[in-house]
């Protein structure tokens, strides 16, 4: 029995066990349960049984849910979405964004804010220091010196920062940007990017290094000086970044998808591919209507992506979130949600994450 084996060599064999697995066996055993909660043993665990264990999940009209499988590698196109389970149930969503194994959601018109571990069911409230502003944009990194989770609050000037393990928030330095942020924040190596971007300046990629709390200003693979186009990021197998650009308003229904090389384990270093883009022209599709992704996942082997978007197919006034699978030749659509009237400012949400053990403290 494992029981039986010495420690040492217990540990190594659990390690290699997905932690949705070891979750379930948490309660069978006091030595495994506190062998479940050393920092060591997780961030072990993340490493050795990531790749097997990742899982995607989608955000759609307020509730998240659970899809079979890597949508990373999107397989079969001829295949719809196989849907593994309704995972919210108390918060009516408006987004959601993911950082070492933990979800950071945010509830309509930012009413309230939690911490989420979805592998260990682990739930944390997060208080406010004042209030929430119904602008407040959020994202959820770590401080890479000691592996401390933040949570970092931006409206307008004001800066805040919230340590999960004092469970307390300190004002930061003020600060006037000249630009705005055009999409959600994705965290990559604890870090969070943004993109952003001014009429005179034009688009570029903001990142908030939460190890030395500070921005940091980098290119994009694209240049526009439109503040009327759209950029959506995406995290590549928590190794690289993705970039997505649209041209809506000048009536071009081209996408472009660009990606990062990888990125080192500091985050310190990101450049983007010069021999990779994506470009898929869906007017050759001869679709209702034009196509504004909202949010993606590129299977950068396959040079083929899953994207979301609302979309009033039949012209009648009905909203509805869709998500498809594109390449230069392929559309198929796989998802089309039985809802009316989805929100263009609560648009479906996908991303894939490797569950893990961390604790929230």
């Known amino acids: 029995m494992i029981s039986d084996l010495p420690n040492d060599l217990e540990s190594e064999i659990l390690a290699r066990v997905p932690a949705k697995s070891l979750s379930q066996l948490k309660t069978t055993c006091k030595r495994w349960y506190t062998l479940f909660k050393d920092p060591k043993f997780v961030e072990k665990n993340k490493k050795m049984?990531?790749?097997a264990a990742r899982e995607t999940f989608l955000l759609s009209n307020h509730e998240v849910y659970s899809i079979a499988g890597d949508l990373h590698s999107s397989g079969d196109v001829a295949q719809p979405l196989e849907f593994a389970g309704k995972l919210s149930k108390d918060l009516d969503l408006y987004t959601i964004s993911h950082c070492d194994g933990l979800m950071l959601c945010q509830a309509k018109n930012n009413s309230s804010v939690v911490v989420w571990n979805p592998c260990t069911g682990e739930t944390k409230m997060i208080e406010p220091r004042t209030r929430y502003q119904i602008r407040d944009?959020?994202?959820?990194?770590?401080?890479?010196?000691?592996?401390?989770?933040?949570i970092l609050r931006l409206w307008f000037v004001e800066c805040e920062m919230y340590e999960l393990s004092s469970d307390s928030w300190r004002v930061l330095e003020s600060f006037a940007p000249d630009y705005g942020m055009y999409c959600s924040g994705v965290s990559l190596r604890g870090d969070t990017y943004f993109a952003a971007g001014g009429k005179e300046m034009g688009f570029?990629?903001?990142?908030?290094?939460?190890?030395?709390?500070?921005?940091v200003r980098l290119p994009l693979p694209f240049q526009s000086f439109d503040p009327e186009d759209t950029a959506v990021l995406s995290v590549v197998r928590d190794e690289k970044l993705s970039v997505c650009h649209?041209?809506?308003?000048?009536?071009?229904?081209?996408?472009?998808?660009?990606?990062?090389?990888?990125?080192?384990?500091?985050?310190k270093?990101?450049?983007?591919?010069?021999?990779?883009?994506?470009?898929?022209?869906?007017?050759?599709?001869?679709?209702?209507?034009?196509?504004?992704?909202?949010?993606?996942?590129?299977?950068?082997?396959?040079?083929?992506?899953?994207?979301?978007?609302?979309?009033?197919?039949?012209?009648?006034?009905e909203e509805k979130n869709r998500i498809y699978?594109?390449?230069?030749?392929?559309?198929?659509?796989?998802?089309?949600?039985?809802?009316?009237n989805?929100?263009?400012?609560?648009?479906?949400?996908?991303?894939?994450?490797?569950p893990s053990l961390v604790h929230i403290h």
Do not use: H
Request: hydrophobic residues 40%.
């Open 49 to 51: 049984s990531s790749e």
């Open 137 to 150: 944009r959020f994202a959820l990194g770590y401080d890479d010196s000691r592996r401390g989770y933040k």
């Open 204 to 215: 570029f990629l903001m990142k908030f290094d939460f190890t030395e709390e500070r921005f």
């Open 246 to 267: 649209q041209d809506i308003l000048a009536w071009s229904n081209v996408m472009r998808i660009w990606v990062s090389n990888k990125v080192d384990e500091e985050g």
């Open 269 to 317: 270093v990101l450049s983007w591919r010069k021999d990779f883009v994506l470009t898929v022209d869906f007017d050759k599709f001869q679709l209702p209507c034009v196509v504004n992704v909202a949010s993606f996942l590129l299977d950068e082997e396959k040079k083929v992506a899953m994207c979301c978007d609302v979309c009033d197919e039949e012209m009648k006034g």
């Open 325 to 340: 699978i594109v390449g230069e030749d392929i559309y198929k659509q796989v998802y089309n949600d039985d809802i009316v």
């Open 342 to 354: 989805a929100s263009l400012l609560n648009c479906p949400l996908v991303l894939t994450y490797v």
